[in-house]
């Protein structure tokens, strides 16, 4: 089902759709606001909502969203603000309006997180670590959709993708093959400290592994409201589930490492702020220490320049992800050093 996108949805359509979400939520509408791939709906009144596409089938987003809204729930008393999805006026989330398929969220206040900002980025880590704490699994319901796949799978597959594209990369970028030994061997130390610390979960009846949590596992900042408090509101739950926590916190810092550089205190802060929010151990926090080598900035980078065919016009673009590993390491060396 196509989302209601300006350049999809003529207006016509757009005067359809709006009063079918009017009638399905019972909301008295004053305008609507395209905003890329969601819109924002204000009522008479002021408040304000968003309407999100769906583009899975409603048969599976809607299992989805009761766990999300039901988990949303048990955060309010950690104090985690999250845009939990609304139900409609016929008991369900998600709704078909106009033959648009998507379901309401509040429109929360606050702009996207800048993790180049070091207190909204430990703000972030803050937050991610009270969710965790929240919703460790031993707390949690048994359901399918809980289940969304593992940091240890992830970092393995992008592994193994760094092993079979060096070759072509190497061929086509001549000024990165130093660094096939330091990469190499980032990213097997990460794989196995993530095999090492959390053991298969092949059902919550079964003897369920204290390390998981609902984890959000999207933690982009276009995913992180910044309210100008100690903590932040959390977005589009799409992707969350059961996983290694310590994944949360290793998003933020490759998104932080890419978008502003090795800062001083990235690495050594984000640890300790964690560690003490979330209650890790010493040997969790030797581990997270371990995954934030895993070079991700460059598979990502990588995998996309070799997806669109190597372009001469994305090279300096892999060249700086290149750059961002070097930073990484020689950060990580002083400031774990540091911490030892």
């Known amino acids: 089902m196509a989302p209601p996108q300006s350049q999809?949805?003529?207006?016509?359509?757009?005067?359809?759709?709006?009063?079918?979400?009017?009638?399905?939520?019972?909301?008295r509408l004053r305008a609507v606001v395209r905003r890329r791939s969601v819109?924002?709906?204000?009522?008479?009144?002021?408040?304000?909502?968003?309407?999100?596409?769906?583009?899975?089938?409603?048969?599976?987003?809607?299992?989805?969203?009761?766990?999300?809204?039901?988990?949303?729930?048990?955060?309010?008393?950690?104090?985690?603000?999250?845009?939990?999805?609304?139900?409609?006026?016929?008991?369900?989330?998600?709704?078909?309006c106009a033959e648009q398929t998507g379901y309401l969220q509040p429109w929360l206040d606050g702009r996207h997180a800048q993790y180049a900002n070091r207190q909204?980025?430990?703000?972030?880590?803050?937050?991610?670590?009270?969710?965790h704490r929240a919703l460790p699994v031993a707390t949690l319901f048994d359901s399918a959709v809980l289940y969304r796949g593992s940091l240890r799978e992830k970092l393995r597959r992008k592994a193994r993708f760094l092993q079979q594209s060096w070759p072509v990369i190497a061929d086509r970028l001549p000024e990165v093959r130093g660094l096939?030994?330091?990469?190499?061997?980032?990213?097997?130390?990460?794989?196995?400290?993530?095999?090492?610390?959390?053991?298969?979960?092949p059902s919550l009846r079964s003897e369920h592994p204290p390390l998981m949590a609902y984890c959000h596992r999207d933690l982009a900042p276009h995913n992180v409201l910044w309210q100008g408090g100690p903590s932040l509101a959390l977005l589009d739950f799409d992707q969350a589930g059961l996983d290694d926590p310590l994944g949360d916190v290793l998003q933020i810092c490759n998104h932080t490492l890419f978008l502003a550089g090795a800062q001083p205190?990235?690495?050594?802060?984000?640890?300790?702020?964690?560690?003490r929010?979330?209650?890790?151990?010493?040997?969790?926090a030797e581990v997270l220490w371990l995954l934030l080598r895993f070079p991700d900035v460059w598979?990502?980078?990588?995998?996309e320049w070799l997806e669109a065919g190597c372009p001469e016009a994305g090279r300096a673009r892999v060249l700086y992800a290149a750059a961002c590993e070097q930073a990484r390491w020689q950060l990580w060396a002083e400031e774990h050093a540091a911490q030892h």
Do not use: H
């Not at 999809?8 to 359809?16: H, L």
């Open 180 to 201: 096939w030994a330091r990469l190499q061997a980032a990213a097997a130390e990460a794989v196995r400290a993530a095999w090492s610390s959390q053991p298969l979960w």
């Open 277 to 284: 929010t979330a209650g890790l151990t010493l040997e969790r």
């Open 120 to 131: 909204e980025r430990l703000a972030a880590i803050a937050t991610v670590a009270a969710l």
């Open 39 to 96: 819109w924002g709906l204000i009522e008479e009144d002021g408040q304000k909502w968003i309407w999100k596409p769906v583009t899975v089938p409603a048969d599976v987003a809607e299992p989805r969203l009761v766990v999300v809204a039901r988990l949303a729930e048990r955060l309010k008393p950690a104090g985690v603000v999250v845009a939990a999805p609304v139900m409609n006026r016929y008991g369900a989330f998600v709704s078909v």
């Open 8 to 27: 999809r949805m003529p207006e016509s359509a757009v005067t359809a759709w709006r009063a079918a979400v009017a009638a399905a939520y019972g909301l």
């Open 265 to 275: 205190g990235l690495l050594r802060e984000t640890v300790a702020v964690y560690q």
């Open 299 to 303: 598979v990502r980078v990588a995998s």
